[in-house]
């Protein structure tokens, strides 16, 4: 007795070539298989190319986060004085850093000084945080002491004021001009408190890539904002930087136990969870719906083969009737439905990763047809369109559009080998 042929022998790829090659007037490949081809091409590039624009907006908000902020602030829960105003100043705050410095997993802790100001120059005003900051502190600032992008020398801070870019550009101020800044609380008089006004001299024009950053931010050096937001001998906060910034968390009840039971420790996370868990299900969302619309192009693979299988009749007949067995004729159409949906998962793959590699110079194309305008830093935070295209993504999306295109096939393909082959040459 002749052994029978293995799954997938190479006669049963020889006739499902056939059949895909085959004409349109030759009852071969229908324009609904292109539809699907199409289709699955799209969805992919649409879902690898959304992955990617997640991936990478995440990773800059995330960036500009860690780069430009404390990993974690540690302020006093404060004492309220005889009038019922709180007070929240740190005294001891020299005592304090060095004791959270001594943490591990801590890198640096440094005291700040913080207020708001209104910025003057030549007739234009913006308005101010300003952080008050040691010299050799603010260079640990990885989005801040970054030369590629900024103006000036770092080095020179001591002698002046660093400026975000946007503030900058909102005040029309560069290197060397000398910028106003106006305080309300200033001087306590006998006739009540008059503003503040002095004026610094611009040594320092730094960009660190969000918007709300860049646009409202300045640094002073620590002992001058100290005088003069009449904080002297004060601290408002301490700046925590930590190795590990995605799992800060685990050192907050070390931070709580160096600092006393007389402060409130704040996470990077605490201050953007909000955001981020926004993020997360958007993500899930957008996940889900695109998928639906891989669903949808896999079942346009359905409708093609149901329609091959049709034409194909006499043909399933004079096989069956030569000796091929139901599982022989049902994988040569599942090749003819996955092949299918392998090629649209492909060219999808390839149009996506390039999407993701090349989104800059695309972004420009668009935004200069568009005349510009497109992206708005003031709205979106952050400069530009980002993507990071991640293995993980790239086979979630490969493994989803495959899996589906194989599950549908498997029903026209079934049908096709339960085709009694009496019934299919009757007529012929």
Known sequence: MAASPPPFAPFEWM?????????RAEGGVSVMTWISFLGITLAVFALIATL???????????????????????YSIGTVAENGQVDRSIAEYD??????????????AAPLVRGQVMAAFQGRNAGLEVYGIAPDDLQ???????????????????????????????????????????????????FGTSPRVNAYEVTYIFTAGRYDIDRTRAYLPFEETQ????????ADEIEVMVERPEQVNQLVPALFAAAGGTAQVWTWQDASGGFLRALEVEDNVMF???????????????????????????????????????GSILRV????????????????VILGSLFALYIDPIFSFVNLVMGGGVWDPSIRGIYALPAELHLNDVLSAVALSLGLSFI???????????????????YE
Request: with cysteine.
């Open 52 to 74: 990617a624009v997640r991936s990478g907006f995440r990773a800059e908000f995330v960036d500009t986060i860690l780069g430009s902020n404390a990993h974690v602030t540690v």
């Open 408 to 426: 549908v096939t498997l029903f026209p393909a079934r049908r096709a080998a339960r085709m009694n082959p009496v019934e299919a040459l009757r």
């Open 140 to 190: 640990t600032l990885p989005r801040i002491a970054n030369p590629e992008t900024a103006r000036g020398d770092i080095t020179s801070f001591p002698q002046g004021i660093a400026l975000g870019s946007g503030v900058a550009r909102e005040l029309g101020v560069g290197i060397g001009d000398r910028v106003k800044l106006i305080s309300p609380d200033g001087v306590k008089t006998a």
């Open 15 to 23: 006739i499902a070539w056939r059949y895909l090659r085959a004409r």
């Open 227 to 234: 005088i003069y937001f009449n904080r002297e001998g004060l």
């Open 333 to 348: 159409f599942f090749i003819c439905g996955a092949f299918t949906g392998f090629l649209g998962t492909l060219c999808g």
């Open 288 to 326: 889900i719906i695109l998928s639906i619309l891989v669903l949808i192009a896999a079942m346009n693979i359905v409708s093609g083969l149901i329609m091959l299988v049709k034409n194909k009749g006499r043909d399933i007949g004079i096989l069956r009737t030569i000796g091929l067995s139901q």
């Open 95 to 108: 005592d304090l850093a060095a004791r959270l410095a001594e943490v591990p997993g801590v890198t640096r």
